[in-house]
């Protein structure tokens, strides 16, 4: 994966839209257009490898649209600007997460000591459920 090409990829090929957000601004609020939804189009994204694009279309099938688009709605500054760039970071965020291949997990076994802690530990439970019981006629 080439980070820098995917950045730039996604800079240049994203589409912004604005609306009025929520939260906090007072009055401004009311005026300006600070929440930017931000959608860019899962196949010109570059600096991807064949199998890397595959993951990402499969890992972030919730979140792309029947176009094809990955979509993204920042609105936590008051400023459109820095929403604006926010949404980039987030669209590139989740497009590195999603494209990073998990090594396969190797199974291993029980070492002999973890193996005689757990004995120990079983024995010593096993004691102290046995002081808790009432004493018969024998003892």
């Known amino acids: 994966m080439d980070t820098q090409l995917l950045r730039s990829s996604i800079a240049a090929n994203a589409t912004f839209e604005f609306s009025r957000s929520s939260g906090p ?71 590195e997460r999603a494209a990073r291949r998990t090594p396969p997990r190797i199974p291993t076994k029980p070492t002999a000591a973890s193996k005689q802690r757990t004995l120990t530990a079983k024995r010593l439970r096993g004691a102290v459920k046995k002081n808790r019981q009432t004493p018969t006629a024998e003892d």
């Open 25 to 95: 601004g007072g009055q401004n609020v009311n005026k300006v257009n600070t929440k930017v939804t931000a959608r860019v189009s899962i196949a010109v994204i570059a600096g991807l490898h064949p199998a890397e694009h595959e993951l990402v279309q499969a890992r972030l099938a919730n979140r792309i649209t029947t176009e094809g688009e990955l979509v993204v709605q920042v609105q936590e500054e008051r400023s459109q600007t820095i929403n604006r760039e926010k949404a980039i970071q987030k669209l590139v965020l989740l497009v």
